[in-house]
């Protein structure tokens, strides 16, 4: 069974860091893209990174780029979000999501969730 | 960026009643479409991927249609069980985009 769970959520004053975590299992981690997307509260889903399946290659929305970094640990199937000068904007559920195998494949499965509170 | 329209926003139905849902691209994605339900509290969930292909395990009261810029994702038979919020993703072209989701409530 595939399973995506993410970790590293909580409450972090404007301009600080915090690195979310999600752990694969159930699937060959390494032969698939990630991706990270979040939903503010009460608001739809927002892209925000994505990383190719040897970690290779990389991409940021606007509202993130020189602040976020992807990256991933496939010896650990493990994809990670580095977040910093985080904004009152950056308050979110953040899900990771797998990229199906085939060229344009959509987003075949989501992780939990973990929420991220920027407040001081 | 490609913008993704969906209309409408929220829709009141009544059980077996049809839904129809629309997703309009500011430029032409082909069939690189997908629709997904999001129920309360959850995540969210793929329903139909390259505008029209079902997905294993989706009951088949769920359908799509569409290519280019206008897209459909269409529930037959509506039950209570559907009440959530469907998004359209496009994945032509980064940044991936979706739309701003429609709210589908059981009245």
Same mark, same amino acid.
Request: charged share 15%.
């Given at each position: ?14 301009? !600080?860091?915090? @690195?979310?975590?999600? =752990? ?31 970690? !290779? #290659? %990389?991409?940021?929305?606007?509202? &993130? ?6 990256? @991933? ?12 000068? +985080?904004? =009152? ?6 899900? /990771? ?8 494949? $959509? ?6 969730? %973990? +929420? ?5 | ?20 849902? %629309? /997703?309009? =691209? ?10 997904? *339900? ?7 969930? +793929?329903?139909?991927?390259?505008? #029209?292909?079902?997905? #294993? !395990?989706?009951?088949? @009261?769920?359908? !799509? ?8 994702? %269409?529930?037959?038979?509506?039950? =209570? ?6 998004? /359209? ?5 980064? $940044?991936?985009?979706?739309? *701003?989701?429609?709210? &589908?409530?059981?009245?």
């Amino acid at each position: 069974e595939v399973q995506l769970v993410e970790s590293g959520g909580g409450l972090v004053q404007p301009g !600080g860091s915090l @690195r979310l975590s999600c =752990a694969a299992s159930g699937f060959t981690f390494s032969s698939y893209a990630m991706h990270w997307v979040r939903q503010a509260p009460g608001k739809g889903l927002e892209y925000v990174s994505a990383i190719s399946s040897n970690g !290779g #290659s %990389t991409y940021y929305a606007n509202s &993130v780029k020189g602040r976020f970094t992807i990256s @991933r640990d496939n010896s650990k199937n493990t994809l990670y979000l580095q977040m910093g000068s +985080l904004r =009152a904007e950056d308050m979110a559920v953040y899900y /990771c999501a797998r990229e199906g195998l085939g060229e344009d494949s $959509p987003f075949d499965y989501w992780g939990q969730g %973990t +929420l991220v509170t920027v407040s001081s | 960026e490609i913008v993704l329209t969906q209309s409408p926003d929220f829709q009141s139905v009544t059980p077996k009643e049809k839904v129809t849902i %629309t /997703c309009r =691209a500011s430029q032409s994605i082909g069939s690189s479409l997908h629709w997904y *339900q999001q129920k309360p509290d959850q995540s969210p969930k +793929l329903l139909i991927k390259y505008a #029209s292909q079902s997905i #294993s !395990g989706v009951p088949s @009261r769920f359908s !799509g249609s569409g290519s280019g810029t206008d897209f459909t994702l %269409t529930i037959n038979s509506l039950e =209570a069980e559907d009440a959530a919020t469907y998004y /359209c993703h496009q994945s032509s072209s980064l $940044p991936w985009t979706f739309g *701003q989701g429609t709210k &589908v409530e059981i009245k």
